[in-house]
């Protein structure tokens, strides 16, 4: 089969690309290893896809260089996506901190992104493997379980590590390495942390619990729900900080938000001293939470057998209690892969490789990682977009 453009990923960046080009009249070949396109849309926001943010900044993208994802995101915008996402009929609601979900399923944008291929006459083979991909005078050949495939263009949208089960492998980085482009270290990211068998003993009885808090590591916080499993933390704000926590360092895990545990608990004791520190803490955390704060801060006594500088100690360890964890729940649950391409490699508003004339890198699989919230996925939609303009 000969064909114009090649893309290699029906996720959310390949299918976007490959309608992008297709629209502009090339003759574009999606490639998908797996039985449906966009599998990772449909899992994604609980099934309701949280396919943008209102606040899309730079600043909330990390990169070894963090200016990479401007050009594109700035040339496709959150406001360019919904325009599409209206278009279609899909109705959406702002949930929290700017992400943008569809009422309905998740299934409605991989069906809106189909559609778009469809009409712009884009060829979609599933349960495609690809052997071997060489580089010609004329473009690219790929090896293919359904044939060979020539390609004057050749786009990797195949995404990171992240989730094995929905059929990562890493095969971008592959054939990255194969053309020469360099990697910058891999890791899961947006993925909940986990403790040794020690530290987390004491934590079993708290697991289920969940609070609305924050999680700071070196200068970075996040104020968003923790969750206490049986393994470690996840929930928003854990998620979060993951893609910035390194093994060795602590957390830091404030229970209360804003609350001012201090002059709460000052208040209380004179108000109603014979109470427990448990019951008094129970105002502002669930029970659970509140006895085991009790328990590992030694102190014992009513509330009026409390010293100011006790109260204030209590509250440290209330707002910044330090944990130290071990490792990451890894791919298996990660929501994206930290690290990839090296973006010094490519060209920031066509995606093409600076050293391989013809060959492009988007989405995930590219050295750009955005915050939990619709930053991927407008990372996604942009690169797909810029991609498939150059293409």
Same mark, same amino acid.
């Given at each position: ?212 808090? /924050? #999680? ?8 968003? &729900?923790? @969750?206490? *499993?049986? $393994? +470690?933390?996840? %929930? ?15 957390? /830091? #895990? ?8 201090? &002059?709460? @608990?000052? *208040?209380? $004791? +004179?108000?109603? %001293? ?28 009513? @509330? ?88």
């Amino acid at each position: 089969m000969q064909v114009d453009v090649a893309i290699i990923g029906a996720g959310a960046a390949g299918l976007f690309c490959a309608a992008e080009a297709a629209r502009r009249g090339k003759r574009v070949l999606l490639l998908e290893k797996g039985t449906m396109p966009g599998e990772k849309i449909r899992i994604s926001g609980g099934g309701r896809c949280n396919f943008t943010n209102l606040g899309i900044a730079a600043d909330r993208y990390i990169s070894q260089n963090p200016r990479f994802a401007i050009s594109a995101l700035k040339r496709f915008t959150q406001w360019d996506f919904i325009a599409r996402v209206d278009a279609a009929g899909i109705a959406w609601h702002e949930k929290t901190l700017g992400q943008l979900f569809c009422d309905g399923s998740a299934k409605q944008i991989v069906a809106m992104l189909t559609k778009d291929l469809e009409e712009n006459c884009a060829t979609l083979w599933l349960n495609t493997e690809i052997s071997n991909i060489t580089r010609e005078e004329a473009g690219f050949t790929l090896a293919t379980s359904r044939g060979t495939v020539r390609a004057q263009k050749l786009v990797v949208a195949c995404g990171g590590k992240s989730i094995p089960k929905m059929g990562a492998t890493g095969f971008g980085y592959k054939v990255a390495e194969q053309f020469g482009l360099p990697i910058v270290e891999t890791r899961p990211a947006l993925v909940p942390l986990t403790f040794a068998e020690q530290e987390l003993e004491p934590l079993k009885s708290l697991a289920g619990v969940a609070v609305t808090g /924050s #999680v700071a590591c070196g200068k970075t916080r996040f104020d968003e &729900a923790i @969750l206490f *499993t049986h $393994r +470690g933390l996840s %929930g928003p704000a854990i998620l979060q900080i993951s893609s910035y926590w390194r093994e060795g360092q602590a957390v /830091s #895990v404030n229970l209360a938000g804003a609350t001012d545990t201090a &002059a709460h @608990l000052r *208040t209380l $004791r +004179g108000q109603a %001293g014979r109470i427990a520190l448990r019951t008094a803490l129970t105002q502002f955390m669930p029970e659970r939470l509140a006895r085991h704060i009790e328990d590992i801060s030694g102190i014992t006594g009513n @509330l009026a057998d409390q010293s100011n500088a006790t109260i204030e100690r209590i509250a440290a360890l209330v707002h910044d209690w330090q944990m130290r964890p071990v490792g990451t729940e890894g791919y298996r649950t990660a929501e994206v892969t930290l690290g990839g391409v090296d973006t010094n490699a490519l060209d920031a508003r066509t995606m093409e490789a600076k050293s391989i004339v013809g060959l492009y890198f988007i989405g995930e699989v590219v050295d750009v990682t955005g915050w939990l919230g619709g930053y991927n996925f407008q990372w996604a939609w942009s690169s797909g977009w810029a991609a498939g303009q150059a293409v």
